[in-house]
């Protein structure tokens, strides 16, 4: 009976082909299933109305995957329960590397499936993107521009809306002064965004003016684990230990590559998020994001 339907419909679009229309039955269920039974509502259950679903996808690093970065959040406390979200971001990936290792044909996949009105992507990369990590790092001025203009051609081909988040701050100090090393990568996927017309999310910025308001001694309580009472003493002094001011900061070394095999540390560091960063991030998020996507304000809460 479905594919009887199906056949007809492709008749009427001018497609015969019996493989797309057995393909398409499958995928998509019909609404109703004719089953012969004595029911008191039937009337009713003819007038159940037609659902409309929208979808958020998440795409990142560290920093946005569940458990040590915004995403877990998000999508737990700021998203309607009627808005699926999932977050497919995984720790120490780079514009290069989530693309090279095939996590985006599978986040592109997932934005195919049919069914919803209206699907969101989230991108933002930019911590891995930086100097110093082979296999991840991109140059600033070439490759990472152009990684994130694909990424947005790519989303748009796969009839999704592609939504650019600016990279979340680090959150160490030097004489009580923030030490902002993302600064570059985020004015350039700003760049991007304008040059593409595409809304964006300027969590950077957002994150730097929190962070900095906090200052080195309560930002400590934003990261995943407590401190070490060396790292909170020094904190005390405006300083934090291992910091590096900007332009000669090392990588990040708690910033691997996780896997089901090495998962991402939960030891304290600067870069990763416990409970109360992430749910303070995460509400920033959605804040910007009704903002930059007005679709959105119903789907996404504050």
Not at 73 to 92: E, N, Q, S
Not at 163 to 187: E, I
Not at 236 to 241: A, D
Request: contains cysteine.
């Amino acid at each position: 009976m479905r594919l009887a339907v199906v056949l007809a419909a492709a008749a009427v679009l001018g497609t015969c082909d019996p493989a797309w229309a057995q393909t398409q039955a499958t995928i998509v269920p019909p609404r109703r299933l004719d089953v012969p039974v004595s029911v008191s509502d039937a009337e009713a259950r003819r007038r159940t109305p037609h659902i409309t679903l929208r979808k958020i996808i998440l795409v990142g690093d560290s920093t946005v995957q569940v458990g040590t970065g915004w995403g877990g959040a998000f999508c737990a406390k700021h998203v309607a329960a009627f808005t699926p979200c999932i977050d497919m971001a995984l720790g120490g990936r780079s514009t290069l590397s989530y693309r090279s290792e095939g996590s985006w044909a599978i986040a592109l996949n997932e934005a195919k499936t049919p069914g919803f009105s209206h699907v969101y992507v989230l991108i933002q990369f930019g911590h891995n993107d930086q100097p110093g990590k082979p296999g991840q790092s991109t140059d600033l001025e070439t490759e990472f521009p152009q990684y994130l203009r694909q990424y947005v051609l790519d989303v748009r081909n796969a009839g999704a809306v592609p939504v650019l988040v600016t990279p979340l701050t680090r959150r160490d100090f030097v004489d009580g002064s923030l030490q902002d090393t993302l600064a570059p990568w985020a004015d350039k996927m700003i760049a991007v965004a304008r040059e593409m017309d595409v809304p964006v999310v300027d969590l950077h910025k957002i994150s730097v003016d929190l962070v900095q308001a906090l200052g080195p001694v309560a930002s400590l309580d934003l990261s995943v684990s407590e401190p070490p009472e060396a790292v909170l003493q020094a904190a005390k002094t405006g300083t934090s230990i291992g910091a590096f001011k900007p332009g000669v900061r090392q990588p990040d070394k708690t910033e691997i590559v996780a896997d089901e095999k090495t998962p991402q540390p939960v030891s304290f560091d600067y870069t990763h998020l416990g409970p109360k960063g992430a749910e303070a991030f995460s509400e920033e998020v959605a804040k910007a994001l009704i903002v930059a996507v007005p679709d959105l304000r119903g789907q996404v809460k504050p």
